[in-house]
């Protein structure tokens, strides 16, 4: 899909999106670009789980999924943060429809590593006739969650999601909306960010572990040929772009 914008915004950005988001929208949907949204919302889970007594365990930044967090996470991405963005592009004027993998199967996937992180997946496939049929005249809300071949449902990193599905679906854009303006760097951000430079930033532990997710989705999808990828908190503004090892590091901070 040569004009397909994908879009990943986590739970808490949902609750501070401005107008320059829904105009940007807009814009790019009158210049016949195709958006698609995964949203999160890691900190709703969390904040439910501590509710309910349910003990959030996270290996790397990665949720580690029970039966029961499993069933909260589905609860709380289909039933609150999904309803609360259409409802801010409908009133942006903006045509929106809400999808997660019951829809057609739109979401295949397996298990990540079963023993390590529970009933969280990775994505396999994805039913792009359903995807296009809808893209033609609305913006896609998509839920990152997988079902198995025994329809088994599957928690999965919205960043993962986000990098995977933009491969898969050949996107020309990624953006992985955060708090922050992208990485950041003594209040500084990286303009341009190779895997070494990744690396380093890593051990000095200034990609802290909340940050390390999105940074590995960022550059798996530059390798599944998604051409453009970027960290930001603005679809307006540049943030950190992802760029392979060796291309021009120049200018790397503000």
Do not use: C
Request: aromatic letters at 4%; proline letters at 3%.
């Amino acid at each position: 899909m040569e004009n397909l914008i994908v879009i990943k915004i986590g739970g808490n950005s949902i609750e501070t999106l401005t107008q320059t988001f829904f105009s940007q929208i807009r814009q790019w949907m009158l210049a016949d670009k195709q958006i698609l949204i995964i949203h999160g919302g890691g900190s709703k889970i969390s904040e439910l789980s501590d509710k309910l007594k349910i003990p959030v365990k996270k290996i790397d930044g990665m949720r580690v999924t029970d039966a029961a967090t499993l069933e909260l996470t589905r609860m709380v991405l289909l039933g609150q943060t999904q309803p609360q963005l259409l409802m801010k592009l409908t009133k942006a004027n903006i045509p929106a429809i809400g999808l997660n993998a019951a829809d057609e199967s739109i979401l295949d996937g397996s298990f990540l590593d079963k023993e390590k992180y529970g009933l969280v997946g990775k994505i396999n496939k994805v039913n792009n006739k359903l995807l296009n049929e809808v893209l033609e005249k609305h913006v896609a809300v998509l839920a990152p969650m997988a079902l198995t071949a025994k329809q088994q449902w599957l928690n999965v990193n919205a960043d993962t999601a986000a990098s995977k599905i933009a491969g898969l679906l050949k996107a020309k854009k990624l953006y992985l909306m955060t708090d922050v303006p992208g990485v950041l760097h003594e209040g500084a951000i990286v303009r341009n960010l190779s895997p070494s430079t990744a690396a380093k930033l890593q051990e000095q532990k200034i990609i802290t572990k909340g940050m390390q997710p999105k940074i590995k989705a960022a550059f798996s999808a530059l390798n599944l040929g998604v051409p453009s990828v970027q960290i930001t908190n603005q679809l307006s503004t540049l943030g950190t772009t992802i760029i392979q090892e060796g291309a021009n590091e120049n200018a790397i901070y503000l």
